[in-house]
Structures are given as C-alpha cells and as structure tokens.
C-alpha cells in the first residue's frame, strides 16, 4: 500500500509532466507557424538596402528561418538522447531548456527582442550557461549511477567537467554563429549594426567576446554553488 508521501510525489510527477508535455508543444507550434511566417517574408522582403532601418530585410527573414528549424531539431534532441542513451532529463530542466528556445528564437528573433530590449541576448546567454553547467552536473551523475560504470568522481572533479562542459558548448556555438555568417552572409554575431553598417577593430569582436564571457560566468557561478552545497552535505554526514 502506497503512504500519503508516495501519493503525493506520484501527483507531483504528473502534473510536472503535463506541464512540460503542453509548454512543449505550445513552443513546436509556435515555432512551425513562425517558419511559415518567415517563408512568407523571405519571398515579400527586400534584398538591398532601404531607406527604412525598421525594415527587415530578406536575409533577416532566412536567418529567422535557420533559427526556427535549428530549434525543432533541438527539441527533439531530449527525447532521442532519453531513448538511445536512457539518460533522463528531469521535468523542470525540460521546461527550462524549452522556455530557453522560446526566448532565444521566438522573442529573440521572430518578435525582434535582440532589438527591441536592451541586453537581451547576453540575459540569455548568461542563462545558457547556467543551463549547460546543469547538464554537465546531470551527465556526471548518470554516469556514477551506472553499474557497469565502476566510476565514482569527486565533488571538485564533478564541478571542473560541469564548468568545462559549457564552456566549450558556448564556444561550439559561437563558431556555428561564425560559420552560418561566413556561408549565408548572415549577421549572428553582429558584426554589422542593424542598418547594415559594417563595425571594425574590437567593436566587431564585442559581441561573441561578451556572449563566451558571460557563458563562463553563468557557468562558473553555478558550478561554484553546486560544489559548495556539495561539500557542504558531504561534511554534515561526517559530523
């Protein structure tokens, strides 16, 4: 027979459940319509310059495009990654990544928020790294709950891989940033202010320069805290 305590947690799982299930796919349906939306305008757009700087141009709309099907592909990664690799990532880490999706891609690119609100994407980025360390951490212990795995890391090796791991995750994403503008022409790493005009010198670098240092920080920050509470529990039992 099950205590109030199970009962309760079984509620808990469920309506953690159905709260990802309908944020996710709230967030897959807006980004469907926003491909379609982007389509649209690739064909509607501009392709040079014009004499409004409101106006969005056709390369913006494909770099709409590219983000909105990166991040389908994306989502769907958790559950390829909890299938093959039965690695399952808890509810809340879910909601978080999704909603990270949706403020990225939705609001940062379709609803323009990279613009239209002041330091919008280093908010993200920052947060990205936060989330990354937390990955990190969730691999690690998969990895000490294997038993085919005779492995079992210290708390300072655990908060090291964490922090490295959402490092190198940001810096793999800046050099994607880096390529797609190199291959489409694109502005990712705005390099280039909104009306075209093209930037030199540091003020070209200061954008994937403040994207990795805020990943880092975001990272770093967390790490830290992980590891303190850590050790901090792991002294409580030897008392």
């Known amino acids: 027979m099950w205590g109030g305590n199970e009962t309760m947690k079984l509620l808990q799982k469920l309506k953690s459940e159905k709260a990802r299930n309908v944020i996710s796919f709230g967030v897959f349906i807006t980004l469907i319509l926003s491909c379609a939306y982007s389509i649209v305008h690739i064909v509607l757009a501009p392709s040079g310059a014009v004499a409004e700087q409101s106006v969005k141009l056709k390369s913006d709309y494909v770099l709409m495009l590219i983000q909105c099907i990166l991040g389908l592909i994306v989502m769907m990664l958790p559950a390829i990654i909890e299938r093959r690799l039965k690695i399952i990532m808890p509810n809340y880490m879910h909601i978080c990544f999704v909603l990270f999706l949706y403020a990225g891609i939705y609001l940062g690119e379709v609803r323009s928020f990279y613009y239209l609100v002041p330091h919008w994407d280093t908010i993200l980025h920052t947060f990205s790294g936060v989330m990354l360390g937390a990955l990190g951490y969730a691999i690690v212990d998969m990895l000490n709950s294997q038993e085919k795995i005779n492995v079992h ?41 909104e009306n075209g005009t093209v930037l030199l010198g540091a003020e070209a670098l200061m954008d994937t320069m403040k994207d990795l240092i805020v990943d880092t920080l975001g990272a770093l920050v967390f790490t830290l805290i992980q590891l303190f509470g850590k050790l901090g529990r792991l002294k409580s039992k030897q008392q």
């Open 153 to 193: 890391m210290s708390p300072v090796f655990v908060a090291l891989f964490a922090f490295c791991f959402a490092v190198a995750m940001g810096t793999i994403w800046e050099i994607y940033e880096f390529t797609v503008d190199r291959l489409l022409s694109l502005n990712m790493q705005k390099y280039a202010m």
